[in-house]
């Protein structure tokens, strides 16, 4: 070749560069290092510098009705181009690719990454019909997040952005608002001390269920979550996300209400079977609605920033306190002064509300009062999240909510309890039903929504392509690839059946219903308060037998994997679920076995029991960042005085067993981590069976009230106790 014909193929190889240039100028495409920075970072912090090999593309949406999409092509120069429609998107699709080609997996407890020199031969281009895909409940910032800093929510951003999500609810740093507002009213410190609850709590204080519980909130944990809310939103909107914050919703602290006696302000009865102070809600018709929720918006917009999203939720799990002659009429009010006190001051942003209440409470929230709600709100201008349809079908009962924007999930996790479940195969078919279905209204968005994170990710990572993908691979082809990237090459065949039986299985279970038996919460029998009526238990979900088959498999391929990997710790997950549903077996026996007096059979049931426990307990060694040490001393951490400390340590504690009041919600967030079965758990029913045997061997009539009172005297010590374990 002569050196004439090198020169004009350079020549027509850059023209050609540049042609292709052109393209993406004329088309509205832009490469800017400035507008795709954020994403760029976000990749750094998971590959390192091979993020440099990356060309990162945002093209602009030719209106705001546009889907996004994404595409990914590697190139002969050892290049990863991806053009998308916003930076989370960005993300999402450089997350796609390294997934797909076995290389990366993104998960809570812990990334696995294994980069190849070099990229391989690579295209892909998938948009999603869903504007948005939420994430997170309410509740999370409960059952999660209290102790979370900076460091911590960086990472669970990333971990947003490179799953798609573009409407995180965003509810950190609020007390600060509130505090302002509460004292331009007048309220003093002392009053507002008694208003707000202890950090753990603060969700269901914010949703006017509960008043001061496990309060009060320190000025420093107030200033702390200021700070870290400054930079969620920072890089939440930077990503490109829409950040859903708190908006004012009616209720009012105690001292409010008595400063003004004369406004129509609701006392309201306790909340969930009891136990709590009374809250109070401001009725939609008095004036001092609107001005309170106007100014709390024009305090958090001049600490924050301006939002799209306000959530404002007033009638969460309360019965509205309207009158029967007048119910529809009164509720149309709410629904008309919520959004027109959002829309005041702040004209531009949408209201969103939880699409739970109408599930919960079905016998109040008729076709009729929904529409009522409803029917003075423009149809763009309020998004109804209904994310539990893994347990109700409120979107086809309510006829897709009447015009409005509406968002379709799940809530899946309940509490931060963690057992082993999810129903994959429902998933899909439940969105391809969904996309197929006439009647689904102005879907706009998908998601989940827990109210605890860390546990299941097969769970949330299937469900995140789900919009991508929607539906069109089986479980199985996904599961393969998921498999391939979570344990890398040394996957063999015997691990996919495994995961074949893990699906058939635990993974075919889209809620964990006995986690409420017989008007008790616990993930499992084991984890609630004793009592004689356990054998009237039924049994759990799930296939016990395919999840034994699962684990021989899984425990024969551990040797080809470090103790260290993500494997392994999925090995811990199916063995302390499949070990857990055991002890509630051998529970219900030896229980039987004491009331018939048979003692030595009660006996050794007990030994099997005690064993399986401990033996679990030390067994979650392998899981450190999901035990009760790392849940105490995170909590500890963030105090900065001793008294600071002794607080969060009783509000962690308090949280995860009695929960507070004397209704049923203790042990609703009970949680299988390394510490709960040695020092929780088993000493309660270590108490209860040995109790029992002593009243069976002697022919004494068996007290269950009294020791199960003497049993919840021990969790208060237990709680109070600030102790690590």
């Known amino acids: 070749m002569t050196k004439r014909t090198l020169s004009i193929n350079r020549f027509m190889k850059s023209a050609a560069s540049f042609l292709v240039f052109l393209l993406f100028v004329t088309n509205g495409y832009c490469k800017n290092d400035k507008e795709t920075k954020t994403a760029s970072a976000v990749l750094e912090r998971l590959i390192g510098k091979r993020a440099n090999e990356f060309d990162l593309i945002i093209a602009e949406k030719k209106d705001s009705n546009e889907t996004d999409w994404f595409e990914v092509e590697t190139t002969a120069a050892n290049r990863v181009r991806i053009t998308a429609s916003s930076n989370v998107v960005i993300c999402y699709a450089a997350y796609n690719f390294l997934r797909d080609i076995g ?54 951003i990333d971990w947003m952005a490179f799953h798609g999500i573009n409407l995180p609810t965003a509810l950190e740093g609020q007390e600060a608002v509130w ?54 939103l920072q890089r939440m909107k930077a990503l490109g996300m829409h950040p859903v914050v708190p908006a004012f919703s009616g209720y009012v602290p105690k001292a409010f209400a008595e400063k003004h006696p004369n406004s129509k302000i609701s006392e309201l009865n306790s909340w969930s079977g009891g136990g709590f102070e009374s809250t109070y809600l401001l009725d939609s018709k008095d004036p001092l609605f609107k001005e309170v929720g106007k100014r ?11 939002a799209d999203f306000y959530l404002a939720d007033s009638f969460n799990e309360i019965t509205p306190p309207v009158s029967k002659e007048h119910k529809n009429e009164e509720l149309s009010d709410y629904g008309k002064t919520i959004f027109e006190t959002i829309n005041e001051a702040a004209p531009k942003a949408t209201w969103v509300m939880q699409g739970w209440l109408f599930g919960d409470n079905k016998e109040f929230w008729t076709k009729e009062a929904t529409k009522a709600f409803l029917s003075k709100v423009p149809n ?6 209904d994310y539990a349809n893994d347990r109700y079908k409120v ?34 078919n439940e969105l391809t ?61 015997p691990v996919f059946q495994a995961w074949q039986l893990l699906l058939e299985s635990v993974y075919s279970t889209k809620y964990w219903e006995t986690r409420w038996w017989n008007d008790w919460a616990g993930a499992y029998l084991f984890f609630k308060r004793p009592t004689l009526k356990i054998t009237e238990f039924k049994g759990n979900p799930g296939d016990k037998k395919k999840l034994k088959q699962a684990l021989d498999i899984l425990k024969k391929e551990a040797k080809n994997f470090s103790k260290e990997s993500l494997y392994n710790y999925d090995l811990l997950d199916a063995s302390r679920h499949y070990y857990s549903l055991i002890i509630d077996e051998q529970l219900m026996e030896c229980v039987k076995a004491y009331q018939s007096k048979d003692i030595k059979k009660g006996d050794e049931l007990f030994k099997k029991i005690e064993k399986h426990a401990l033996d679990i307990d030390n067994m979650l060694l392998g899981q450190p960042l999901n035990s009760l040490n790392n849940w105490v001393k995170s909590a500890s951490d963030y105090g900065n005085t001793p008294d600071e400390s ?80």
């Open 433 to 493: 039903s969904l996309l197929n279905n006439p009647n689904k209204g102005n879907v706009a968005g998908y998601g989940v929504m827990p109210e605890g994170l860390n546990n299941n990710s097969i769970v949330y990572e299937y469900i995140y392509d789900l919009p991508w993908s929607q539906g069109k691979e089986s479980v199985n082809d996904w599961m393969h690839q998921y498999l391939k990237a979570r344990y890398g090459k040394k996957t063999s065949a």
């Open 296 to 306: 709390f918006i024009e305090i958090y917009t001049k600490v924050y920033g301006e």
């Open 646 to 725: 002794k607080l969060y340590i009783k509000n962690a504690k308090t949280l995860i067993t009695l929960w507070g009041g004397e209704g049923h919600l203790n042990d609703y967030a009970s949680r299988s981590w390394r510490g709960m079965y040695a020092s929780f758990y088993w000493p309660r029913w270590k108490m209860f069976l040995q109790d029992l045997r002593k009243s069976s061997a002697n022919n004494i009539p068996f007290d269950e009230t009294k020791e199960r009172e003497a049993i919840k005297q021990w969790e208060v010590k237990w709680t109070e106790n600030n102790e690590m374990h």
């Open 395 to 428: 979107w086809e009962n309510q006829e897709a909510f009447y015009g409005k924007q509406w968002t379709y999930g799940y809530v899946h996790n309940y509490g931060g309890s963690n057992p082993v479940y999810g129903d994959l195969n429902f998933y899909r």
């Open 179 to 232: 505090q302002l507002l509460w004292k331009e009213y007048g309220l003093t410190d002392s009053q507002l001390q008694a208003h707000f609850a202890g950090p753990a709590f603060l969700p269901w204080q914010r949703m006017g269920n509960i008043n001061g519980l496990e309060g009060p909130l320190p000025q420093d944990w107030i200033n702390k979550k200021e700070i870290v809310q400054k930079q969620i």
């Open 103 to 156: 290389a990366v997996l993104v998960s809570w407890e812990g990334n696995r990454i294994d980069l190849p020199k070099s990229w391989p031969k690579y295209s892909k281009k998938q948009s999603t019909p869903f504007k948005y895909r939420e994430y997170l409940n309410a509740c999370t910032f409960g059952y999660t997040t209290p102790w979370w800093d900076w460091k911590r929510w960086e990472q669970e």
């Open 380 to 385: 763009d201008r309020l998004m109804i999240q």
